[in-house]
C-alpha cells in the first residue's frame, strides 16, 4: 500500500504517481500557489511539483549576467541567481567561482587572488594584501608580525610607544624615542 506524499496518509482509492512520489490525485498540488495540479504538463523545484504559471512567475531565474532565462543548473550568490558558466571572478583572471570562496565588490564576485591583487589593504612592512586581523598605525594596515622596529627588527606590540620615521617606518621606544 502506498502512502499519499502530500496528506501522508494511506491510498486507498485512486492514485497518482509522480517525481518518484505517490499522491492522492486531490494532493498533487502546487508547492507555491497550492492549488491542485490538473494539467499534464507541469514543472518541478526541489523535489515538488509547480504549476506551470507559479513557475514562469516565481521559480525560474533570470541569470544577473546575461539576462536570460536560466533552465539548467543554477548558481544562486548574492540574492541572485546565474548561469553556471557566468558566475565568474569580475577581476581579470575571470574563473568560475561556483563552490568557491569568493569576496563581493560593487555587485561583483571576486576569487580570492583577485580580490586581494586588486583591493585588500596592502600590508605598511611587506607590501603583501591583508586578508585578516591587522594592526592599524602610520596611516596604514600592517600584519601583526611586519609591525616591527625598523632598526632592531623586533616586534611592537599594540600598547608599546613608538615613533616614525620620515618613510612612515615605526622605530621602538628603545630604539629612538
Known sequence: MATCFGCKEEIKDKMLEALNKSWHPEHFACKECKKRITENKFHESNGQPVCSKCYDSKVQ?????????????????????????????GGPCKQQLSGQTFFERNGKPYCTTDYERLYAPKCGGCKKAISEKAISALDGKWHKECFKCKLCKEPIGVDSKFRSDKDKQPICEKCGI
Open 61 to 89: 531565474a533570470i541569470c544577473a549576467s546575461c539576462r536570460k532565462m536560466i533552465t539548467e543548473k543554477v548558481v544562486k550568490a548574492m540574492g541572485k541567481a546565474w548561469h553556471l558558466e557566468h558566475f565568474i571572478c
